[in-house]
């Protein structure tokens, strides 16, 4: 993974950096021992793009432009001809992201809030 201010200055910004790290981070969950999840490697990408887009929405990370993302160009042409073959995938390959983003976010500690909220004095 390159360091965060390769990406700040490109044209993605530091929205780039984070989805490039959650991509790698749902490749990291594809094993079968980890998440039961294996296909072709366009497929794989297909998953780790939706999933990143997943961990991307939960950190509240801000949107990095469709423009910008090479690695979706690239297989663009591949992940429309396999959904035309297998009407299915996109169901399977959403739903598998998002057992990756839950497996991911399985390893984050609760934070208990560190201030009361006002409205909790009232009651």
Known sequence: MCRKHHFQHGPGGASSFYHALFHELAHWTEPRARCGWWDTPEVNELRAEIAADFLATE????????????????????????????????????????????????????????????WDEAV
């Open 59 to 118: 950190f509240a990370v801000p949107d990095y432009p469709y423009r910008c993302r090479r690695n979706v160009h690239k297989h663009l042409e591949i992940w429309i001809n396999e959904m035309r073959r297998r009407p299915r995938l996109i169901s399977k390959v959403a739903a598998s992201a998002a057992k990756a983003v839950d497996y991911i976010l399985g390893y984050t500690l609760k934070v208990e809030p560190r201030h009361e909220a006002i």
